[in-house]
C-alpha cells in the first residue's frame, strides 16, 4: 500500500513541478515580448496582461490534477 501512495506522491509532484516550469518559460517569453509591445504602445497594456496571466491556468490546472492524483479530491 505505501508503494503506491508514494507513486501517487510522485505522480503529484510531476504534476506540479512540470507545469510550473512549463509557465515560467511561457510567461518569461510573453513578459519580455509584452515589455517591448508596451516600449512602443502604452494602449495594449490591458492585453498584455492578460496573456501574460493566461499562462498561470497552467499551474492551476497542474495543482488540480495533483490533487486528484494524491487522492485529496
Known amino acids: 500500500m505505501a508503494a503506491i501512495e ?3 506522491a510522485i505522480g503529484a509532484a510531476l504534476a506540479i513541478g512540470i507545469s510550473a516550469i ?14 517591448g509591445a508596451l ?4 494602449s495594449l497594456f490591458g492585453q498584455v496582461l492578460i ?7 497552467m499551474v492551476i490546472f497542474g495543482l488540480v490534477v495533483a490533487l486528484i492524483s494524491a487522492g485529496f479530491i
Open 6 to 8: 508514494g507513486m501517487a
Open 51 to 57: 496573456l501574460t496571466v493566461v499562462p498561470e491556468t
Open 39 to 42: 516600449a512602443e504602445d502604452d
Open 22 to 35: 512549463a509557465t515560467a518559460y511561457t510567461q518569461a517569453k510573453i513578459g519580455a515580448a509584452g515589455v
